[in-house]
């Protein structure tokens, strides 16, 4: 079924009131299908930047604009978005990032899309278009509605327009590589990292077949300090390479774009500590998988969601489908959270949002 698209903000409220059940998407970078019976709408057309203040680390940006256009605008100011949007290159729209929380491995340092949303404009489920948060970082008015619609996956309600604080952007990065003989050895080595005093802009352990690991930790900054820190960051672990330049580029990019999967797979996504990961890799051992940010995100690339659903459910943890046709992206172990199902009502009295 192809979706709905319109620059028309007063056309979609239009939509949202005249049909019984609403799909909401971006540009299609995560392919995750609306269910049978629902009208989809895209904020695919909604595109452009709002407001840009370089000198207050500011930007407001329409839903639908790609991420990449966003990043280009920033870089050329000496900005970023600190958590790390995944599927940049893939044409992911700011406000799908948003509703699915696709943060990537950098958040580690600054923290997730939670911390640096500050405002939000979207349509509810009457049809009326609801304003939250502001255009600055100092503003404590009103419902905080921008951290609500993080990680919503479009059942809150559709998002029109989004606000961010931003950040100066690194000048350089370094990573080091070090090749571990078990997911044992890596987990042993996390404490060292997450507690230590320095400013790491990512920790991944990534697994290389059933036993070895790689552990990998970025850092970044001004160019010409981070072989001083990355001497320090080494001598913390006790080995390791020390790579910098397109080598160092590439594999993040890919992380960020999730081409370590192979095709056909289903990507899941599942917040976790890391005193979770033995017994998670455990049951998914076969599969591949990463563990990112410092061992608080499992990304799980399976051929099968009905053994990872029933994998996570054991365990009593919880996954976010990400880059599938399935209708519904959660699976695992599903809580019941009354406080969530009071916004759900609040804002969406008629229950259209899917």
């Known amino acids: 079924m192809d979706a709905i698209a319109t620059t028309a903000i007063a056309e979609l409220q239009g939509l949202v009131r005249e049909h019984r059940r609403v799909h909401v998407c971006g540009n299609g970078s995560k392919h995750v299908s609306p269910l049978s019976g629902y009208v989809a709408l895209s904020t695919a057309a909604l595109r452009g930047v709002i407001e840009y203040q370089p000198s207050e680390f500011v930007i407001t940006v329409a839903a639908g604009t790609p991420v990449a256009e966003v990043n280009a605008l920033l870089a050329s100011h000496g900005q970023y978005l600190p958590f790390d949007p995944l599927f940049v290159e893939s044409g992911a729209t700011i406000g799908g990032t948003i509703a699915m929380n696709a943060c990537g491995s950098e958040r580690y340092?600054?923290?997730?899309?939670?911390?640096?949303?500050?405002?939000?404009?979207?349509?509810?489920?009457?049809?009326?278009?609801?304003?939250?948060?502001?255009?600055?970082?100092?503003?404590?008015?009103?419902?905080?509605?921008?951290?609500?619609?993080?990680?919503?996956?479009?059942?809150?309600?559709?998002?029109?327009?989004?606000?961010?604080?931003?950040?100066?952007?690194?000048?350089?990065?370094?990573?080091?590589?070090?090749?571990?003989?078990?997911l044992e050895d890596a987990l042993a080595l996390l404490p060292k990292l997450t507690n230590c005093p320095y400013d790491l802009n990512a920790v991944d352990l990534v697994m290389e077949n059933h036993t070895r690991t790689t552990l990998w930790v970025r850092v970044g900054g001004i160019a010409e300090a981070l072989p001083r820190r990355m001497d320090r960051v080494r001598a913390l672990v006790g080995s390791g390479e020390v790579l910098s330049g397109p080598e160092e580029e590439h594999f993040w990019n890919d992380m960020r774009e999730m081409r370590w999967m192979e095709s056909g797979d289903v990507l899941v996504k599942v917040p976790l500590t890391p005193r979770w990961i033995p017994a998670l890799d455990a049951r998914i051992a076969r599969w591949k998988r990463r563990y990112s940010v410092g061992g608080n995100v499992a990304w799980i690339a399976t051929p099968s969601l009905a053994e990872t659903d029933a994998a996570l459910t054991s365990l009593r943890l919880s996954g976010l489908v990400l880059r599938s046709q399935a209708p519904d992206p959660h699976i695992g172990y599903r809580p019941f959270n009354p406080f969530a199902e009071r916004i759900k009502r609040a804002l969406d009295p008629l229950n259209k949002f899917g």
């Not at 600055?136 to 609500?148: I, R, S, T």
């Open 109 to 182: 340092r600054f923290g997730g899309a939670r911390d640096f949303v500050i405002g939000v404009r979207f349509i509810e489920g009457n049809g009326e278009l609801v304003r939250g948060g502001g255009k600055v970082v100092k503003n404590a008015a009103g419902f905080d509605y921008p951290k609500l619609f993080v990680g919503s996956c479009g059942r809150l309600g559709l998002i029109v327009e989004l606000s961010f604080k931003v950040f100066p952007k690194p000048e350089a990065y370094a990573s080091l590589r070090v090749s571990l003989p078990s």
